[in-house]
């Protein structure tokens, strides 16, 4: 089974299940509305506007970036999106028009996303996919640890998938 | 008020054996105070329970739990995933409540332990004393003042604000047992508790130190003294003071000045202990914080460490053993296991020490401590044989496995720079070395069993030796004259903001990331403020000229000023000097009259911590203890990991509603300051956040424009955007910056922008003067 | 003593706004007490350390982690495992003793904040009292005597005492943050000392409320009461309180009695406010404890419920809407987040709650409590709409997945219970009933969403209405005259010993096993002595004459009596008889000589706890007070989550050598008592094993062979066979039980016995009187 | 990956092995020096029997069993014969002649076991083997769930493959 990148961040009981591209994939697509959350480390600018549907937020760091690519995120923390995310019940969307069933989180430092991560797992039926570098245990779905390099195949494989 | 009431049928009196006692009753501290005794003069558990209530049903506690389960009773472990609750009934987000609660609790203690043991130590051993912090001090203990409607004129004056605390103490504590509260927002009402209680117990503590041992009284030109790891001169026998509570640190420094030693001994500290002690005695050393604990250790720069309390690395004396430094112990909070030596003789002590028949002692009597520990140094630096370290060869037996990678949270890549030393080549050690906190991880994890920490020291050497910089020494607390200057332009916005940049130091980067968050606010004109570790982090830059910040921006608590206040424990002059703006400058009651101030200080005074390694149990209470007064923390990436923050949401309109003082209206002011605690991912984020979360309801329109300026100027500039959110900071056209008019009317019009009030605003109703 | 002569100083004042309040200074406490002072009155955190550290030394702690992670600061979470260190440098042994702590210090501040909350509060409402514990009880307040040197005459003289426990408090949290403490044992001995402290303050508060409420104060023969699950009469307004502290039971049961309603309102208790609601007032009845709240909840059995503090399902508010009931919280430990009505009417208190405007109130003024909980329910009783219940319906819904079978820790087999129950059949819930601790466990994971609990109960409903019983009220401390009677043949072993049956129903087979333990030593002429849940489970029997317990014996404490005596915090009274019997019977000093006194009752005191289901961190802190005053403590299979028990090696002669008082010497003693605090895996091995713990160096040799007989027999009963370590506990021929001869003979030489000698033991040296 | 059967019972980080019978009669059959440790609830005697090489505690109340079946097992409570192993280093062993490197814990309380196993976890040298019904995350290897009658096969196998 995964194992958190830092070993000492086991939750306990509910751990993330590991995924690979392909499985993440179809989870992605199957899902009603989702939201891509990138943080403000993100260097995959371009992969992370791909496999959003429209629903991008990106934090402040980054928006220069992804404008730059031609997508229009919102602009937020990861706190506050999160902070939204949570109260999936009555918050309406970034467009107001619903709530989402799966959020995509990247881009932020581990300790910081595995936090995120855990406010949704225990307070949101928003479900979440962690797709950065490594095992976040507190993400519904999650890659495994992996190196740079196997890494960035996986999220080019990713995105095709998403795309096929 | 109850607690008040009781205590008129009670006098305290002697056990009465102690011989040859006289009892004679001192003075009756009856009240020379002439202002009025406010609602809530030493508050119980509840009475201020309304108060947080209204804080967090604007600021909603966020929770990222660390663990699924429950261990705290034999009915656990609990599964409280997917909304399961423990077998008590709690389910997962009361219990994240407990957490904090137990935190703050634990942070709390550690400064009230502190100020206990102080106070009582000096009346133990001077008598009591005449609490005088100054000319320019007058209102001397704005926290307990407010807290507890007790104007401390002597020491012994703190026992009853001690009782008091410890009394709050055993009843919060008590609502952890298994079966307690049950409810989320009365357990975070009780951390807020704590953690006010936390307030007062920092300032009994430095209050006292600064009247026992004539510290700085608020000087803005506290002298500059040396800081950094290069500044032990390692040929000399060293001394270091490792910890918090300066007593026994002060001792050493006596005992070295009597002696004439300050030029055979080195005397330095590491941590708070530090702070304290330069601000004794300015030929005392800084050393470092904790994150070069440990490497102090594995190089065995010292031949005595003294350890007080808080913060100091607990394998202390194993990693001590390594290097044959000598450990003293000094408190009850941390005895190692070691033979209490306070009533055997110092030199039976010093002999046994230098042989080396005990690695260590418990010297409770603080006064003992600097001679053992001065003369051990002394005796043992020339039999210490320091062995050649050499580092290549250490590094030579690594595998690249890349194991210690994986355990370094900071992402330091070690296997490269043991690639490196192998071949010589120390920059890439030299270069993150102060990005490593210490935390020896990487130890363990080891596959060659390599003494990384040691490696990555030794190899950081040379860059280690020119470690020099300056600090302005803690001055305490801010004086009633500044805030008198500064009153008027805070409350109204002219002066931006107060930044305070306290609290530990783990983080990815290193200092510099604090280093860019206080220059930014100097050169912007705000005040900054610093305590502890991160006053220490700040102090280690250097301009092109080798200048500092220190050197640079002016000690006062004004406009473009860096007022380094001193250690943990004055973190309570900080929150002090929020009360005294209200107090002094504003003429709103003190005494015991908590609500109205932190209403006040909610609404009026743009003021921001930002602790951005916050690390400690001490950190969660201080934080949250400012947070009941109105005062809002960033905290770093890392902070995330106190699993809780308080947040708003600008998206709510109906949250940000306000009364209006002056007609008890219900206005919506806009979201200011929109969170209390939040954690920031990144330094530009935290900047920019920063710089609004200075936002307050009551800024005048000046003030307000001047916020939005530095908010909307500073977003640009790290993030080459507008922000999205001005619209919600605008309340009528005079608040817009008029350099930024253009835009800005574009940006209201996209939002359909109306204009508000402005009020006189208040979360308490009973302030509405009339209807 | 640093403490006791700092006090000399201090005179505690009113912070004097206080309208019209006159400043009386009643009476200086000057000494009337002409015991000399001992050596550490109000011992600090480190004074005791020396005793402590001999125990532990032959008492080794002993860990069973729950977790291999730290998760107490942001440096976190740490890997312990493997023997890694934490960020900090904390290893996972030391680890264990500051989680150990944490629970003690939770533990102890319970009882802490219950004694303070009662003191101040009866200070405040009825002013000061003389402590008059009745003629028979002159040594009324031993374990605070001992541990503070104060022999406290007016309930003012508590003020002192709560303070010294709340500084040591203070002093004990803080250790408990990051970089303090790092040896393992010294986190035990901070943990001895926070137990220590937490006897006091239990002595504190039931002494409190003994002297307030004038409940039986050491009566043997205080009456029987009734206690079940069926004492409750259903057709009834029902007031049920919940909880360990009676405060505001008592007015509810003034208001009751005043208005003459006894005979149409039901006044019952769950826990420790039932036992101590019974000891004021007869009528009162006692429903039950922490395992049948859940079932009350969820039955809706009562109208009201008022919650008190400790030990109650922190769901209750929201499992008592599900049902109707209305919640009344009474202090500051559990607020429910319900408003606070303390300041408001009490008719329109009563008025919101009846229109269910309001599910609860939180009142924090006891008085108020008794008017509207009684109200309430009247008027709310013919307005709740009892709904049937339909079991076999509910029952029919499940699927037989077995989820709650895996969820259920006392592996009850749900599935077969609904199986059963689609059909009628209500014998196997009935019949497993009382096993259920209701936990709620198996609710949140059935997977047809069953009200398990609901449906259990309501099919048991037969069986519960049957369940009535007699137990005696707590009689409250040991008188000094059956001290005087035991005192003798408990030290010389001719009563075999004294098993005290205290703490938690965290077991798997409900009350019939502590029922089994109590009588097997009862019939066996010990002295048995019970406190809290476990107080209550005891009562839960009858014989064939439909006899219990409580009817069969006597409540005298002597041979073959059943001492009931009273609540969790009268567990105060056992630790106190057992520093009695040093007093009175033996004459040692008793004031503030805290190490002798302990090593006293280590050496000659055959007294055993047993705390058959211990769950809270109140048990923790219980056990380990007494343990620190050398009395052993058995827990339960289950105790072993506590994750740390004191474990002597009986294999290893060298931990039993003692000083021989008479003359100094070393003498090997063996293994008694073997270990200080351990789980027993079976309810057999408990018994043997505490027969066997009673064994005490200082044993006549007629005591010895008492007591080996005992131990021999209970082995031979449950086992079938001779233990292999009699030979252990033979000294002299003399102590081998006469019936036994030829067999032990037998053993002795087997094992290469050789006689040793009987000192006069003692693990101080200084305690020896000439060399 | 196996659970702890309570699945409040995650100790974290490191957790038992789940093994076959057939892996675990290897690791049993490796063992330099085992020790069988059985707990008051035990029924299986005889397979426990089967299970030793000679060193077997058992706790008092199933001594008799043992011995019935021919067996002489030394009588310790389980917390005691822990206390013992968890000084691997200078405890001599039953027989006196050295430690044990493998011990098989069976037949005690789950929650009980599991503190007993957490122990020599952290602070032994002794590795072991849990094979009662359910999953010891605290051991060093332990059977998985089973039912009842899937772990009665599965004691049965692990003796013939033990004996094999
Ligand atoms: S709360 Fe902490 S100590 Fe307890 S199980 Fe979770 S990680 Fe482990
Ligand atoms: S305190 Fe409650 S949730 Fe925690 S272990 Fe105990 S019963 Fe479970
Ligand atoms: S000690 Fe330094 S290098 Fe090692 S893991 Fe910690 S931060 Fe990384
Ligand atoms: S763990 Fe040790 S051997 Fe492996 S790469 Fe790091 S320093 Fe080299
Ligand atoms: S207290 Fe120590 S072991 Fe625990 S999380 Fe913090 S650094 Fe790690
Ligand atoms: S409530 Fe009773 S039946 Fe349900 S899991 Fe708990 S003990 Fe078992
Ligand atoms: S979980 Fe529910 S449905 Fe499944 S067996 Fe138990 S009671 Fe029946
Ligand atoms: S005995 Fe235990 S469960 Fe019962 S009331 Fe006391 S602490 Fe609570």
Redesign the interface.
């Known amino acids: 089974m995964a194992k958190p990148y830092f070993p000492g961040n086991v939750p306990g009981i509910k751990m993330a299940m590991a995924v690979t591209p392909e499985q993440a994939a179809k989870i992605i697509k199957k899902a009603e509305r989702r939201i891509l959350v990138a943080g403000a480390q993100l260097e995959e600018v371009e992969q992370a506007i791909n496999l959003a549907d429209g629903a991008i937020v990106a934090a402040p760091d980054t928006v220069r970036q992804f404008k730059e690519k031609g997508a229009s995120p919102v602009v937020m923390n990861k706190v506050s999106i999160t902070n939204l995310l949570r109260d999936a019940s009555s918050w309406k969307g970034l467009d107001g028009k619903g709530s989402y069933d799966l959020a995509i989180y990247m881009g932020s430092p581990y300790y910081f996303e595995s936090q995120m991560l855990s406010c949704l797992k225990h307070f949101s039926s928003c479900k979440t996919i962690a797709v950065s570098r490594f095992y976040q245990p507190n993400a519904t779905y999650s890659f495994d640890n992996l190196s740079e390099k196997k890494w960035k195949e996986a999220l080019t494989d990713l995105v095709k998938f998403v795309e096929e | 008020?109850?607690r008040?009431?009781?205590?008129?049928?009670?006098?305290?009196?002697?056990?009465?054996?102690?011989k040859g006692?006289?009892?004679s009753?001192?003075k009756?501290?009856?009240?020379e105070w002439d202002e009025?005794?406010g609602p809530t003069?030493?508050p119980?558990?509840?009475d201020l329970?309304?108060w947080d209530f209204r804080l967090l049903e604007r600021y909603k506690p966020?929770?990222?739990?660390?663990?699924?389960?429950c261990?705290?009773?034999?009915?656990?472990?609990?599964?409280l995933?997917?909304?399961?609750?423990g077998?008590?009934?709690?389910?997962?987000?009361?219990q994240q409540g407990r957490i904090i609660l137990?935190?703050c609790?634990?942070?709390s203690?550690?400064h009230?332990?502190?100020a206990?043991?102080m106070v009582?130590h000096f009346?133990?051993t001077v008598?009591?004393m005449d609490i005088d912090m100054g000319d320019n001090v007058q209102v001397e203990a704005p926290v307990t003042r407010l807290v507890?409607?007790?104007r401390p004129r002597r020491m012994?004056d703190f026992?009853?604000v001690?009782?008091y605390?410890?009394?709050e103490?055993?009843?919060l504590?008590?609502?952890?047992?298994?079966?307690?509260?049950?409810?989320?927002?009365?357990f975070e009402?009780k951390a807020l508790h704590a953690s006010m209680i936390d307030q007062m117990f920092m300032e009994v503590a430095d209050i006292a130190q600064i009247v026992r041992y004539d510290l700085p009284k608020g000087d803005p030109e506290a002298p500059l003294v040396e800081i950094g790891l290069g500044v032990i001169d390692r040929t000399k026998p060293v001394v270091m003071c490792f910890g918090h509570n300066a007593l026994s640190a002060t001792s050493v420094m006596d005992y070295t000045n009597i002696k004439g030693l300050y030029d055979s001994v080195e005397v330095a500290g590491v941590c708070c202990t530090a702070l304290d002690m330069t601000r004794y005695e300015s030929r005392a050393k800084i050393a470092g914080h904790?994150s070069h604990q440990?490497k102090y250790l594995k190089t065995g720069v010292a031949d005595v460490i003294t350890v007080d309390?808080?913060?100091?690395?607990?394998?202390?004396?194993?990693?001590a053993q390594e290097t044959g430094t000598v450990v003293i112990a000094t408190t009850?909070?941390?005895?190692?296991?070691?033979p209490?030596r306070t009533h055997e003789p110092a030199q039976e002590t010093i002999d046994l020490l230098v042989e080396g028949k005990l690695p260590g002692a418990?010297i409770?009597e603080p006064e003992m401590v600097g001679e053992i520990a001065v003369e051990v140094a002394m005796k043992l630096h020339p039999k210490r044989k320091k062995k050649r370290f050499d580092v290549k060869k250490a590094a030579s037996a690594c595998s690249q496995c890349k194991q210690c990678n994986?355990?370094c949270?900071n992402f330091i890549d070690i296997a490269r720079g043991m690639k490196e030393a192998q071949e010589g080549n120390y920059s890439y050690f030299s270069e993150i070395f102060m990005r490593c906190?210490g935390?020896?991880?990487c130890l363990?994890?080891c596959s060659k069993n390599i003494d990384i920490i040691r490696v990555m020291t030794e190899a950081a050497k040379e860059k280690i030796m020119n470690e020099k910089y300056k600090i302005r020494v803690g001055r305490g607390p801010i004086q009633d004259t500044e805030i008198r200057n500064v009153g008027q332009p805070i409350v109204m916005g002219e002066i931006p903001g107060v930044i305070a940049l306290v609290g530990c130091p783990?983080y990815?980067e290193g200092p510099e990331e604090v280093v860019e968050i206080a220059k930014t606010f100097l050169d912007r004109r705000y005040i900054v403020v610093a305590t502890g570790c991160a006053a220490m982090d700040m102090a280690m830059w250097k301009n092109e000229e080798g200048k500092g910040l220190y050197e640079l921006y002016p000690g006062r608590f004004d406009a473009g000023c860096l007022a380094n206040v001193g250690s943990c424990v004055s973190n309570a002059h900080i929150a002090g000097a929020a009360i005294k703006i209200a107090s002094i400058f504003a003429h709103r009651d003190l005494r015991a009259n908590y609500e109205e101030i932190a209403d006040y200080i909610l609404n009026r005074v743009g003021a921001v911590g930002i602790a951005w390694g916050?690390?400690?149990?001490?950190a969660a209470s201080i934080a949250t203890g400012v947070n009941r007064l109105g005062i809002p923390v960033i905290v770093g990436?890392?902070?995330?990991?106190?699993?809780r923050?308080y947040?708003g949401?600008k998206?709510i309109p109906e949250d940000w509603i306000v009364y209006n003082a002056r007609d008890g209206s219900k206005v919506q002011v806009g979201p200011g300051p929109e969170h209390l605690i939040?954690?920031?991912?990144?330094k530009?984020?935290a900047i920019?956040?920063a710089a609004k979360l200075c936002i307050r309801p009551n800024d005048t329109s000046k003030g307000r424009q001047i916020k939005l300026a530095h908010y909307i100027d500073l977003?640009k500039r790290?993030?080459?955007?507008y922000?999205?959110d001005i619209h919600l900071y605008v309340r009528t056209r005079s608040d817009i910056p008029i350099t930024e008019k253009d835009t800005i009317d574009r940006i209201l019009k996209e939002n359909n922008w109306e204009e508000k009030q402005i009020p006189d605003p208040t979360l308490l109703e009973r302030l509405v003067r009339r209807r």
Do not use: W
């Open positions: 008020m109850k008040a009431t009781m205590k008129a049928d009670e006098v305290h009196t002697p056990t009465a054996t102690i006692l006289e009892i009753i001192g009756i501290i009856d009240d009025k005794m003069p030493m119980s558990v509840t329970r309304g966020f929770y990222g739990p660390f663990c699924d389960s261990c705290l009773c034999t009915y656990g472990k609990c599964d995933s997917d909304g399961k609750k077998a008590c009934g709690l389910g997962i987000e009361p137990l935190a609790l634990i942070g203690t550690a009230g332990a502190h206990r043991h009582d009346l133990e008598g009591d507890t409607g007790i012994s026992l009853d001690l009782d605390g410890e009394r103490i055993l009843h504590l008590s609502a952890a047992h298994t079966g307690q509260e049950g409810n989320v927002i009365d009402s904790i440990i309390e808080q913060c100091i690395r607990t394998d202390t004396l194993e990693l009850d909070k941390i005895c190692y296991g070691l209490d418990l409770l994986k355990a949270e906190i935390c020896g991880r363990p994890v783990n990815e916050a690390m400690s149990q001490k990436a890392r902070g995330a990991k106190y699993r923050m947040l949401r998206d939040y954690a920031s991912e990144s530009e984020e920019v956040t977003h790290y993030f080459g955007e922000p999205d």
